[in-house]
């Protein structure tokens, strides 16, 4: 009876499983596994390696860069309220990216800077690791893992999936839920595993979750209608699904409203479209399509389709093409310029994974379909050049993916490294003031190539600027866009632009209520390198406060602090000579240290997985059991955090490890005694 409970059932029939030969043997043993992974790890980190002074690529990690540091240092209620200017710098309870963050901090003592670089490697390698471990689940033949996990890893690299963490770690959590969807018809160890992912998934991007569970229910709609409408068949088979899922939504919505760590958030937050015009975002969905070559991955994702609806009415019983095609709904979003709306249409290529899933699929099928052929000798050989093309479409993928995202570009990151010299100088400063609740306001100017984008300038400076804040004075950070002589005056800069002035407008506003908050003079600052247009630029040390002035003022430029100093001179008062927050290079012992901690944070998945999926290949647990610790860790981290409502520092992530780590061994203790020796499989079904 236990073992009906816990195990999983054969993946439905729609294919046969394939023959044994010794080339499958060798693609399915895990070394040959394990060489996917590498190759997929080489590929995103090799880059960091070699540059050990990089920050993450794109602009977005410096927003996940300081929630994680807020949360170590500060009560989590701080992530909630700082908002600013038109909810600007919010996330609600999007709050597992810093969750996962400050664990990478504390328990692997990874940098401050790097904890953001750990994620945007790790991210993409390990769910095109689910996506093939998923694949392999339903189809069995281990060549489909290889050609997943590589196809779908080089699509990763568009600008969808570049920089936007919370929507990568969601759509890491649900990969690992599609694992959970079929045997979670009657298994309950399943449907905990799919209901984990959701419910993380909830405290990550809930867009994309009530997405995905929409997907969810026009899975069960399709078996509906190919059953004839037999409802009870229906419910049977998808009722437990649909019902985890709805549980997940309403766990989601309850956390929110209730506002778990003391303060409570509207789901409007999850989500914030930059005021900019039809026209941008046309032009930026069309560059975004233009990424993805669709000339050389449009055949692919053919066959993906085409080879996974041969099955006829069959396909419908199969999970793999279910997921795959039904997933697909969310696109319909693109398309929304044609009903004349304005949003944010190319957002939808981010909310899933089934177009990326397909491409990957059909490269399989393509595959097969020319090996078959070339098997049949003579002329027939030239079919091996059809798996040429496929594997140059996989490379150029690659390729194109890494020059256009600049992944491998030292100076691509969200922090240039003048900002960086500049910031640190501020925040060695502060520490050394040691004025904590003391508001620093950054004053900031630009003129952009195109006026509307002045709110891309100021969302990234505010974010950007933060990294210049010593622990517990994150939420203390203001941001002025307009000049210096109008923020004395208490007045913002208008200049006759409805966005710029709009912002310079919410900006000082939140900035006095902030001011006011505090009961004390703010810290006025005056870096160069946020200043090098605008009304601002030409400013220089020796520069005397404008009138009106009331507060302290210090300028920053190259790594120096100064101070006005009257008749004698500017007086330079830090610098960032000894104030990095990221050696060059880590010490081999800090390296160990790193490992061991990493190591460490994978004992709860690698625990627990025993239980969830008592049957998952080494292949599959190369995936699972990464997204099962971060899920499990998260989760526990955002619970003893609502109940302590103190900084993640200390004891307390220590303390949610432990205790994540003993659920788990529970758990592994169920299993173990509820399932018959020899259950594990380690290798593929056919190896």
Known sequence: MATATLSHPAPDPVQPRLPTSRLQRALGHPLAYLGTAAILLTLFGWTFFTNPQRVAPTKDPAYYTWRAEALMTEKPSALLTVTGPFSLFSGGYRVSSAVLGSYLRRIAAVSQLKQTVFLVVALPVLIALLLGGFALQQRGDPLIFHVVALGSASLLLTPPFIGYLDNMLCLFFLAGALWFISPARHSWPARAGLGLFLIASGFTHPTTLVIFCFALAAMAVVRLILSGFDLRRTLSTEGPVLAVAFAGLLIMYASWKIGIWGRSASLSEAALAPPYGSGFFRARLSQWVRTMHPLLNGPLFGFGVIGLLAAGRKAADDILARVAILWLIPLIGVFGFLAGFTYPYYRFFNTSLAWVLLIGLGAYFA?????????????????????????????????????????????????????????????????????????????????????????????????????????????????????????????????????????????????????????????????????????????????????????????????????????????????????????????????????????????????????????????????????????????????????????????????????????????????????????????????
Request: hydrophobic residues 45%.
């Open 367 to 687: 595959i097969r379909l020319f090996a078959g052929f070339a098997r049949r000798g003579g002329v027939a050989r030239l079919a091996l050049l059809g798996v040429l093309a496929v594997a140059v479409i996989i490379g150029s993928n690659f390729h194109s993916g890494l020059g256009a995202s600049g992944w491998n570009d030292p100076a691509g990151g969200w922090m240039s490294s003048n900002e960086r010299q500049d910031l640190d100088a501020v925040r060695h400063y502060l520490s050394r003031l040691g004025q904590p609740g003391r508001p620093v306001v950054f004053v900031v100017d630009n003129k952009p190539p195109a006026p509307f984008e002045i709110y891309g300038f100021s969302k990234l400076t505010g974010n950007t600027t933060r990294y210049g804040l010593p622990p517990g004075q994150i939420d203390e950070g203001y941001l002025y866009l307009g000049s210096l002589a109008n923020f004395a005056q208490s007045r913002p800069t208008i200049i006759g632009d409805s966005t710029y002035d709009k912002l310079s407008r919410g900006f000082l506003a939140d900035t006095q209520r902030g001011i006011a908050a505090s009961g004390m003079q703010p810290l006025v600052v005056m870096d160069t390198a946020f200043n090098a247009s605008g009304a601002n630029s030409g400013w220089s040390a020796t520069d005397q406060p404008p009138p009106g002035m009331a507060t302290d003022l210090v300028t920053v430029d190259h790594g120096r602090v100064t101070r006005p100093g009257g008749q004698s001179g500017p007086a330079t008062v830090a610098s960032a000579a000894a104030a990095s927050s990221d050696p060059p290079r880590a010490p081999l012992w800090h390296v160990l240290v790193v490992a061991l901690g990493l190591l460490l944070l994978l004992v709860p998945g690698l625990l627990a997985v025993a239980w969830f999926a008592p049957d998952a290949s080494f292949a599959q647990r190369l995936g699972l059991v990464p997204a099962l610790s971060a899920a499990l860790l998260a989760l526990t981290g955002i619970v003893i955090l609502a109940i302590v409502r103190s900084p993640f520092s200390g004891v307390i992530p220590w303390l949610c490890l432990a205790v994540t780590t003993l659920l788990s061994a529970l758990l592994w203790a169920r299993s173990r005694s509820s399932l018959p020796r020899g259950r594990f499989t380690y290798g593929s079904s056919l190896s």
